[in-house]
């Protein structure tokens, strides 16, 4: 995919598609499946013909460099919106709706606020509540466009000609998953989404025209990043899916993949564990998932039990454990740092009490094992380093600690954030050289193959070891399937003890309702992490929609903290 590093730009690499495939199919929405009305598609030259008659609205409002805030649903309109922004030389800001709860929209004002944005796209669907928080949220001076509807300003229908960029244009602001008011904005050139789309396409193995396809919400880099642009940037097609549907129906994905024939399909663990846990037989009967090439499982820790239970699961219906994609990735770097495709999973058993002090060890016989995921190679994307996180110096080859990164991908900065840009972005080795990020990431490079144990931030030390929150996690829904899928595990300091020390606090949603049976699960909880982790903890069961997520259904560890110790949850049990 070396075409796509010599273009000048992503608009131009896409006006380029739209000559070579004006009349194929580029991306399409798929309300349902029960008949030829539920999807709505667009050709390459149609896809065009939108974006331009957004860019020339985009022009009429503002210059080449100022930020649009994009607030869609999924659906053909963001897809025009954003490639239209790309046209008009502005830089797209992505962000979810305005949800119904306050934090929601405090983080999306936080956002909105620190982008400096003077437009506001959406779609008619979404028009009138985009118009009411900006009201309440004194955002007024914003201007406010719905793009699927008629222009009432301007009969330009014609944006004419792209803007010129270069590879150094911030094209994209992502904003990262941090708390409401640290919202920040990671800096995306066209240099770092060309050559990350370059190197994605390069690790899943694709080739152009690809058929692409998921429900990942398209404000969220893997939904943007690894499920929309590359199949465009190759000539492909992408499907989309509301999330929402997924989530209350999770066959409907699989039937989308089987139906248009996807073969490139990606989604956090959690996803493929609630198909394997909640799709019925008679949902998939007559399934085939024989074309699906790459299973793309990312934007969380990646649990080995999972893939083998899909993997299981649906080796009936032409599931291929080879499709399983592993894959490694941040908004920091646009999307994509290593994977692999047209293999089996490599799961690594590791000795867990040694992981604990920091060693990465061959589980030995009679001892407690993790068992860790490959998530790929690097190969020539990046140049990788392991680094201890406090001196600064490169681990030996079976060490283990934070990944650091270099290469073309990696985005210049946080927007207007000089000195955690520099901090996360142009950090120095102990010998000096210079130009590292660190992506606050545990992990290992061994063979080249990436394996990451959890995050610098995420770590729980009790007693001078080291815990994994997702492993605490994982193991309690493994012990106690009644659980589901929804907890955080965290750490707090204790007032007897060292001012590192920590003692464990497991939060988790539960439906149960009946006050003897949550008190014997809550128990049986407790005695499960002192069991199989040594330590005793603090259980806090909570109704269902309690643990915070962030878009893309990572938990947010770090808020459930703070709102534990401001005593803001309430626990139907607690021990």
């Given at each position: 995919m070396d075409e796509l590093t010599r273009a000048t730009s992503v608009a131009a690499l896409l006006r380029r598609r739209v000559r070579e495939e004006r009349d194929e199919l580029a991306v399409a929405h798929v309300a349902h499946l029960d008949g030829p009305d539920g999807v709505s598609s667009w050709t390459y030259g149609r896809l065009d013909e939108e974006a331009r008659a957004v860019a020339a609205r985009l022009r009429q409002r503002n210059s080449p460099g100022d930020r649009v805030l994009l607030l869609y649903p999924v659906g053909l309109p963001f897809v025009a919106a954003f490639i239209g922004c790309l046209y008009a030389g502005v830089i797209a800001v992505p962000a979810p709706e305005p949800g119904q709860y306050s934090q929601q929209r405090r983080r999306l004002r936080a956002i909105a606020t620190d982008a400096d944005v003077r437009t506001v796209l959406t779609d008619a669907s979404a028009h009138e509540a985009v118009l009411t928080w900006c009201a309440e949220d004194r955002l007024d001076h914003l201007q406010v466009i719905a793009t699927d509807l008629p222009d009432q300003d301007s009969g330009i229908l014609d944006g004419g000609d792209a803007v010129e960029t270069d590879h150094g244009t911030v094209v994209l602001l992502q904003y990262t998953s941090g708390s409401t008011g640290d919202a920040k904005g990671v800096m995306i050139t066209n240099g770092n989404m060309l050559h990350n789309g370059a190197a994605y396409l390069?690790?899943?193995?694709?080739?152009?025209?690809?058929?692409?396809?998921?429900?990942?919400?398209?404000?969220?880099?893997?939904?943007?990043?690894?499920?929309?642009?590359?199949?465009?940037?190759?000539?492909?097609?992408?499907h989309l899916m509301q999330p929402m549907t997924f989530?209350?129906?999770?066959?409907?994905?699989?039937?989308?993949?089987?139906?248009?024939?996807?073969?490139?399909?990606?989604?956090?663990?959690?996803?493929?564990?609630?198909?394997?846990?909640?799709?019925?037989?008679?949902?998939?009967a007559g399934l085939d998932l024989s074309r699906w090439e790459y299973a793309g499982n990312g934007s969380e820790p990646v649990q080995a039990s999972v893939l083998t239970a899909f993997a299981k699961r649906f080796a009936d219906h032409g599931f291929r454990?080879?499709?399983?994609?592993?894959?490694?990735?941040?908004?920091?770097?646009?999307?994509?740092?290593?994977?692999?495709?047209?293999?089996?999973?490599?799961?690594?058993?590791?000795?867990?009490?040694?992981?604990?002090?920091?060693?990465?060890?061959?589980?030995?016989?009679?001892?407690?094992?993790?068992?860790?995921?490959?998530?790929?190679?690097?190969?020539?994307?990046?140049?990788v380093r392991v680094v201890?996180?406090?001196?600064?110096?490169?681990?030996?080859?079976?060490?283990?600690?934070?990944?650091?990164?270099?290469?073309?991908?990696?985005?210049?900065?946080?927007?207007?954030?000089?000195?955690?840009?520099?901090?996360?972005?142009?950090?120095?080795?102990?010998d000096g050289d210079g130009g590292w990020l660190?992506?606050?990431?545990?992990?290992?490079?061994?063979?080249?193959?990436?394996?990451?144990?959890?995050?610098?931030?995420?770590?729980?030390?009790?007693?001078?070891?080291?815990?994994?929150?997702?492993?605490?996690?994982?193991?309690?829904?493994?012990?106690?399937?009644?659980?589901?899928?929804?907890?955080?595990?965290?750490?707090?300091?204790?007032?007897?003890?060292?001012?590192?020390?920590?003692?464990?606090?497991?939060t988790h949603e539960v439906r149960e309702n009946d006050a003897d049976r949550l008190a014997a699960l809550g128990k049986a909880m407790k005695l499960t992490v002192a069991r199989e982790f040594g330590t005793e903890s603090t259980v806090a069961l909570l109704r269902p929609g309690s643990v915070l997520r962030t878009t893309s259904g990572k938990v947010r560890r770090g808020e459930m903290r703070r709102l534990y110790l401001a005593?803001?949850?309430a626990p139907v049990w607690q021990g």
């Open positions: 390069r690790g899943m193995g694709q080739q152009p025209g690809y058929r692409s396809g998921g429900w990942l919400p398209l404000y969220h880099d893997m939904g943007l990043s690894a499920q929309l642009l590359p199949a465009l940037m190759a000539g492909g097609s992408c989530v209350r129906r999770p066959h409907l994905w699989l039937r989308m993949i089987d139906t248009f024939g996807i073969q490139v399909s990606h989604a956090p663990n959690f996803a493929y564990e609630l198909c394997q846990r909640k799709i019925k037989d008679e949902q998939v454990e080879t499709a399983l994609g592993p894959s490694y990735g941040m908004a920091e770097t646009v999307v994509y740092v290593s994977g692999a495709s047209g293999r089996r999973p490599v799961v690594r058993s590791v000795d867990a009490e040694l992981l604990e002090q920091g060693e990465f060890a061959p589980a030995r016989l009679g001892r407690q094992a993790r068992h860790l995921v490959g998530c790929g190679p690097v190969e020539d994307a990046y140049d201890d996180p406090v001196t600064r110096r490169t681990m030996p080859p079976d060490g283990l600690g934070e990944i650091w990164l270099r290469g073309p991908s990696v985005s210049p900065g946080y927007w207007r954030r000089k000195e955690s840009s520099r901090e996360t972005f142009d950090a120095q080795l102990a660190r992506t606050g990431d545990l992990g290992i490079v061994i063979e080249g193959e990436v394996f990451v144990s959890g995050r610098i931030k995420d770590l729980l030390i009790v007693r001078g070891r080291n815990l994994y929150p997702h492993d605490i996690e994982n193991e309690l829904r493994l012990q106690h399937p009644e659980l589901g899928q929804v907890g955080a595990a965290f750490g707090v300091s204790s007032t007897e003890a060292e001012p590192a020390e920590e003692r464990v606090v497991v005593g803001e949850l």
